[in-house]
């Protein structure tokens, strides 16, 4: 079975270490609990900024040091692991292309045994969707954060799980997603799934 998971705040905590680069040039004390909606234009983090402006910090954290310091979101290592053992495991990003050595680098120093795929969407950027990703590979369950994500897999067939964030506390609900709270229920509900 082929599983996709998404990267930022799945496996990597890539918001965190970007409100620091973020506070500390604009001289803000934002934290990850002010993060309402994954569209941060539309949270008091970039209220004030337009797309480009957004879309710009964003590029020059990703070419900054303070990116190189993301850390494994906690449960991951130990869940992709496991996963690796029976599932065949895509990463799906919006990450832009221009990142992708890095992106493989975070993976290569965590999980230097694994031959991991990755696909960069940048659906951000006018990509593909993640969902029509998922279909051409015949991905069956995506691992997400981003609500609108998770519900436009949802809706093509993808079983979803959406692992509980401030952003998506007020998700719409859809038969294919199922809420989790960490890499443990994820594994447990995965458990639940093959015995069915």
């Known amino acids: 079975?082929?599983?996709?998971?998404?990267?930022?705040?799945?496996?990597?905590?890539?918001?965190?270490?970007?409100?620091?680069y973020s506070n500390k040039k604009n001289k803000t004390s934002f934290t990850l609990q002010d993060v309402t909606n994954y569209n941060l234009r539309k949270t008091r983090v970039h209220k004030h900024k337009s797309r480009e402006e957004d879309l710009l910090?964003?590029?020059?954290?990703?070419?900054?040091?303070?990116?190189?310091?993301i850390e494994l979101i906690e449960g991951a290592k130990n869940g992709l692991e496991k996963l690796s053992r029976d599932y065949e495991i895509y990463f799906i990003t919006s990450r832009p292309e221009e990142i992708k050595e890095k992106t493989k680098d975070f993976f290569y120093n965590n999980f230097p045994e694994n031959g991991y795929k990755f696909i960069f969407s940048g659906d951000v950027y006018g990509g593909k969707t993640k969902s029509q990703?998922?279909?051409?590979?015949?991905?069956?369950?995506?691992?997400?954060?981003?609500?609108f994500y998770a519900l436009d897999c949802a809706k093509k067939g993808i079983k979803t799980f959406l692992l509980d964030k401030p952003w998506n506390k007020n998700y719409e609900k859809h038969e294919n997603i199922i809420k989790v709270n960490n890499w443990k229920e994820i594994l447990e509900k995965l458990n639940v799934e093959r015995e069915e």
């Open 57 to 69: 910090e964003i590029s020059e954290f990703q070419n900054s040091e303070d990116f190189n310091l």
């Open 133 to 147: 990703i998922c279909n051409e590979l015949e991905i069956s369950l995506m691992v997400e954060d981003n609500p």
């Open 1 to 20: 079975m082929k599983i996709g998971i998404d990267i930022d705040e799945v496996v990597a905590g890539f918001i965190e270490k970007f409100l620091n």
